[in-house]
T-cell receptor, first 111, second 115 residues
Framework: QQQVKQSPQSLIVQKGGISIINCAYE??????FPWYQQFPGKGPALLIA?????SEKKEGRFTISFNKSAKQFSLHIMDSQPGDSATYFC??????????FGTGTSLTVIP | DTGVSQDPRHKITKRGQNVTFRCDPI?????LYWYRQTLGQGPEFLTY????????KSRLLSDRFSAERPKGSFSTLEIQRTEQGDSAMYLC?????????????FGPGTRLTVL
């Protein structure tokens, strides 16, 4: 059973455009929602994270939007750049400190 | 480089052999995690340690898998009697218990291929 569902599986965006990746979860015990960026041959790196007491968090070009009632959260990448081309994973964590990752979104930003 | 390191980076083995991977976390981090990642999937939680204590184990961690973290520093993950289905990237991550983010820092992974 997939604890965190992520879409789309792949995404192609023009340089300067907005990339949007969505995730949904079921377990209301989750209280920490990070997004990770992974380049080929590398381990995932934390991009931005949010707790459910806020609806939005912004860091530079990256924004998380969080909808607690819908149990959904999304990553928005503004002004997408070719260097943003990578695989993005959403994740969720609860009190047991087990992290559950989505299946990933392969983002390609076309120059 | 003071990040998480893993050794070896690549391992090719024959079915039925035992393999052992090592992870060296960031020195002041007290939590250490092991994940498995297959192609096109997100990391799957296997187990985690707080200091030397193994606090959680996933159902994915069959009895052929064992992890240790002696003295709360580096950790090893051993797979006995490897099967082709064990072929995957094995990721290690570490974190500190305090702090808002509970940020996990991942190592580069060990890619295991079982022939």
């Amino acid at each position: 059973q997939q604890q965190v569902k992520q879409s789309p599986q792949s995404l192609i965006v023009q340089k300067g455009g907005i990339s949007i990746i969505n995730c949904a979860y079921e377990n209301t015990a989750f209280d920490y929602f990070p997004w990770y960026q992974q380049f080929p041959g590398k381990g995932p790196a934390l991009l931005i994270a949010i707790r459910p007491d806020v609806s939005e968090k912004k860091e530079g070009r990256f924004t998380i939007s969080f909808n607690k009632s819908a149990k959904q959260f999304s990553l928005h990448i503004m002004d997408s750049q070719p260097g943003d081309s990578a695989t993005y994973f959403c994740a969720a964590n609860g009190r047991r400190n087990q992290f559950y990752f989505g299946t990933g979104t392969s983002l390609t930003v076309i120059p | 480089d003071t990040g998480v390191s893993q050794d070896p980076r690549h391992k090719i083995t024959k079915r039925g052999q035992n393999v052992t991977f090592r992870c060296d976390p960031i020195s002041e981090h007290n939590r250490l995690y092991w994940y498995r990642q297959t192609l096109g999937q997100g990391p799957e939680f296997l187990t985690y340690f707080q200091n030397e204590a193994q606090l959680e184990k996933s159902r994915l961690l069959s009895d052929r898998f064992s992890a240790e973290r002696p003295k709360g520093s580096f950790s090893t993950l051993e797979i006995q009697r490897t099967e082709q289905g064990d072929s995957a990237m094995y990721l290690c991550a570490s974190s500190l218990t305090q702090g808002f983010y509970n940020e996990q820092f991942f190592g580069p992974g060990t890619r295991l291929t079982v022939l």
